[in-house]
């Protein structure tokens, strides 16, 4: 079935410094890609999407690209601000489902 | 701008007793789902629904489970005798179509 891998957390890093927050995908068909973001106290964010092979989404500085062919799908940003910590969840959507299948979330956390 | 409300925020309850976990859609959405996730584990789907019935569920979604629309704004998840292994926080979401989910800030069930 398909599924979806993130790497472990807690990613702890310095304001400024890059981000890559990897995520890897098992599925039939051509699912869609999200990655969401929960902020404390707060319910799971849509960050951004793509909908096929090699779509890039990008929302506040953060960028992710659908790679078929490595059938990646990994979070980045070039300068993590201290407001970027919080829980990342990378998750996919099958082809003729709506349900999501998430993996199990990446906690980042920036220091001044 | 509209969200997802869920109550109560944290729910403590004996084994064996049933729960209502309540959650308010965004208004003009017409799909509606209940995930779980239990600690640090993946965030799993529970079920979908769609014009007043189940639409998908998973295996986790037994007997002891059942969601309702009581009335034109809540969307409900019951859970008629619950285990120790129903802890979790459970996330409701909405949408208007296979377009994105929207997400409550969750509900942390306790069982004892």
């Known amino acids: 079935g398909n599924s979806v891998t993130q790497m472990e957390g807690p990613v702890t890093l310095s304001e400024e410094a890059f981000l890559t927050i990897n995520c890897t995908y098992t599925?039939?068909?051509?699912?869609?890609l999200f990655w969401y973001v929960q902020y404390p106290g707060e319910g799971l964010q849509l960050l951004l999407k793509a909908t096929k092979a090699d779509d890039k989404g990008s929302n506040k500085g953060f960028e992710a690209t659908y790679r078929k062919e490595t059938t990646s799908f990994h979070l980045e940003k070039g300068s993590v601000q201290v407001s970027d910590s919080a829980v990342y969840f990378c998750a996919l959507r099958g082809s003729g489902t709506y349900k999501y299948i998430f993996g199990t979330g990446t906690r980042l956390k920036v220091l001044a | 701008e509209p969200e997802v409300t869920q109550t109560p925020s944290h729910q403590v309850t004996q084994m064996g007793q049933e729960v209502i976990l309540r959650c308010v859609p965004i208004s003009n959405h017409l799909y509606f789902y209940w995930y779980r996730q239990i600690l640090g584990q993946k965030v799993e789907f529970l079920v979908s629904?769609?014009?007043?019935?189940?639409?998908?569920k998973s295996e986790i979604f037994d007997d002891q489970f059942s969601v309702e629309r009581p009335d034109g704004s809540n969307f409900t998840l019951k859970i008629r005798s619950t285990k120790l292994e129903d802890s979790a926080m459970y996330f409701c979401?909405?949408?208007?179509?296979?377009?994105?989910?929207?997400f409550g800030p969750g509900t942390r069930l306790t069982v004892l």
């Open positions: 979401a909405s949408s208007e179509g296979e377009g994105e989910q929207f």
């Open positions: 599925a039939t068909g051509y699912p869609s």
């Open positions: 629904f769609y014009n007043n019935e189940i639409s998908e």
